[in-house]
């Protein structure tokens, strides 16, 4: 169905899966790298879109080119906290009431900033944006409300940035599995010391990087360690592999959310010989998902941009998901490198999948229902109640449907 665009933005949204350096402004990408001196391979904005940041890539490696350029303006707190605060107000611009921004903090840490230091940064930009904005709210309009979601990542050189080769440095012995899984283990120790310890709103920890060849076994330790912190879990999987990514994610990381899960449903991408019967597997593993609500954050505009083989909207696993009563919620991923907006994704699943006016509440109420909300439970389902009876008033306004029994 056809939801009017003044409609889709004006309901309340969430963006539970978007990474802080994928969502760069692009005016502020380019201002940062002019003040730092920092080499870009053109200072237009129309430029930077021909050349990096394309509206379509031919594959992940092309897609991940530009991260390299927005890594580098992020290397001091100033810096983090003006597009911490800027992603914030572009969300809150279209109608985004409660978002989760993630970001690995090892990628911005230097001599001059230390892990708190990058965290700090990033959490101020959001609340600096939170409190403008709540203070004029109108009647009966949720809060703006966000948590911060720390990556560790699952592959990384010493060129990813100035911790990462100081963690090869001081550690020549060690192996390239060994060295991400101490690099993993230190990100987790600071995520839970700086949720208890400060004020902060970190409210998960994320695995990301490319899965093939580096599994989540190496990560078990830290995500029993955040696990028993009681910090939230989630885990890209099922991006770039298929369903023994996502298998892992749950049984070995404790995953409450998957990030992804484009492979779901693939079981000629199963590879263990130890299973043989890879379609009960499959049937098994999305029914498991499904009575545990564990959701599937969905980026549909990333995952046509990074799969030569999907064709279409059309071809995405969405429609199974959605058919198998998953929850899902509509995420952008990254905000820059993908030209998308919470309300592009949302307009891109209505119009290509039967997506009812009933079923479009639920699915974006799950975002709110199943975010890993940094306050109490109580507050978390006062806040989701607010949040229904805006959507409510929002769907009344736009006489959403009524339009659909009309026609």
Same mark, same amino acid.
Do not use: W
């Given at each position: 169905?056809?939801?009017?665009?003044?409609?889709?933005?004006?309901?309340?949204?969430?963006?539970?899966?978007?990474?802080?350096?994928?969502?760069?402004?692009?005016?502020?990408?380019?201002?940062?790298?002019?003040?730092?001196?920092?080499?870009?391979?053109?200072?237009?904005?129309?430029?930077?879109t021909d050349l990096v940041f394309k509206?379509?890539?031919?594959?992940?490696?092309?897609?991940?080119?530009?991260?390299?350029?927005?890594?580098?303006?992020?290397?001091?707190?100033?810096?983090?906290?003006?597009?911490?605060?800027?992603?914030?107000?572009?969300?809150?611009a279209e109608g985004v009431r409660y978002?989760?921004?993630?970001?690995?903090?090892?990628?911005? !840490?230097?001599?001059?900033?230390?892990?708190?230091?990058?965290?700090?940064?990033?959490?101020?930009?959001?609340?600096?944006?939170r409190e403008e904005t709540n203070k004029?709210?109108?009647?009966?309009?949720?809060?703006?409300?966000?948590?911060?979601?720390?990556?560790?990542?699952?592959?990384?050189?010493?060129?990813?940035?100035?911790? +990462?080769?100081?963690?090869?440095?001081?550690?020549?012995?060690?192996?390239?599995?060994?060295?991400?899984?101490?690099?993993?283990?230190?990100?987790?120790?600071?995520?839970?010391?700086?949720?208890?310890?400060?004020? !902060?709103?970190?409210?998960?920890?994320?695995?990301?990087?490319?899965?093939?060849?580096?599994?989540?076994?190496?990560?078990?330790?830290?995500?029993?360690?955040?696990?028993?912190?009681?910090?939230?879990?989630?885990?890209?999987?099922?991006?770039?592999?298929?369903?023994?990514?996502?298998?892992?994610?749950?049984?070995?990381? /404790?995953?409450?959310?998957?990030?992804?899960?484009?492979?779901?449903?693939?079981?000629?991408?199963?590879?263990?010989?130890?299973?043989?019967?890879?379609?009960? +597997?499959?049937?098994?593993?999305?029914?498991?998902?499904?009575?545990?609500?564990?959701?599937?954050?969905?980026?549909?505009?990333?995952?046509?941009?990074?799969?030569?083989?999907?064709?279409?909207?059309?071809? /995405?696993?969405?429609?199974?998901?959605?058919? /198998?009563?998953?929850?899902?919620?509509?995420?952008?991923?990254?905000?820059?490198?993908?030209?998308?907006?919470?309300?592009?994704?949302?307009?891109?699943?209505?119009?290509?999948?039967?997506?009812?006016?009933?079923?479009?509440?639920?699915?974006?109420?799950?975002?709110?229902?199943?975010?890993?909300?940094?306050?109490?439970?109580?507050?978390?389902?006062?806040?989701?109640?607010?949040?229904?009876?805006?959507?409510? !008033?929002?769907?009344?306004?736009?006489?959403?449907?009524?339009?659909?029994?009309?026609?």
């Open positions: 169905m056809d939801y009017p665009v003044e409609f889709l933005r004006a309901i309340p949204k969430t963006d539970l899966h978007v990474h802080l350096d994928g969502s760069l402004r692009l005016s502020t990408l380019i201002e940062l790298a002019k003040e730092r001196k920092i080499t870009l391979p053109s200072y237009t904005e129309e430029g930077l509206r379509n890539y031919k594959d992940l490696d092309e897609y991940l080119t530009g991260f390299a350029l927005t890594t580098r303006v992020m290397q001091d707190a100033e810096s983090l906290e003006r597009i911490g605060y800027e992603l914030a107000m572009d969300n809150i978002i989760e921004v993630r970001y690995a903090p090892q990628l911005h !840490m230097n001599a001059n900033m230390g892990m708190e230091a990058v965290v700090r940064a990033v959490d101020s930009g959001m609340r600096r944006a004029k709210l109108s009647d009966g309009e949720p809060p703006f409300e966000y948590g911060l979601i720390l990556c560790a990542m699952r592959f990384f050189t010493d060129s990813f940035s100035d911790y +990462y080769a100081d963690l090869y440095r001081l550690h020549p012995f060690s192996n390239e599995q060994d060295i991400i899984r101490l690099a993993s283990l230190d990100l987790a120790r600071a995520a839970a010391e700086l949720r208890h310890s400060t004020d !902060m709103q970190i409210v998960a920890f994320d695995l990301a990087g490319s899965e093939f060849g580096y599994p989540a076994s190496a990560h078990e330790e830290s995500y029993s360690l955040v696990h028993k912190n009681f910090l939230k879990k989630t885990v890209h999987a099922g991006e770039a592999y298929g369903p023994e990514s996502i298998f892992q994610a749950i049984t070995k990381l /404790h995953a409450e959310r998957i990030g992804h899960g484009l492979h779901i449903f693939d079981a000629e991408m199963i590879y263990s010989p130890d299973i043989k019967n890879k379609n009960a +597997y499959v049937e098994d593993l999305v029914n498991y998902i499904a009575d545990q609500r564990i959701t599937v954050e969905v980026c549909l505009t990333s995952n046509l941009q990074t799969s030569p083989n999907m064709k279409s909207v059309k071809d /995405h696993s969405l429609g199974k998901m959605l058919a /198998h009563n998953l929850s899902v919620t509509f995420c952008t991923d990254n905000r820059l490198v993908s030209h998308t907006t919470v309300t592009d994704e949302i307009a891109l699943a209505a119009n290509n999948f039967a997506i009812s006016p009933k079923q479009l509440k639920d699915l974006i109420i799950y975002g709110f229902k199943r975010s890993f909300f940094y306050r109490s439970y109580p507050e978390k389902r006062r806040y989701v109640r607010k949040v229904i009876d805006y959507y409510d !008033m929002i769907e009344q306004k736009y006489r959403i449907r009524e339009s659909v029994q009309s026609h």
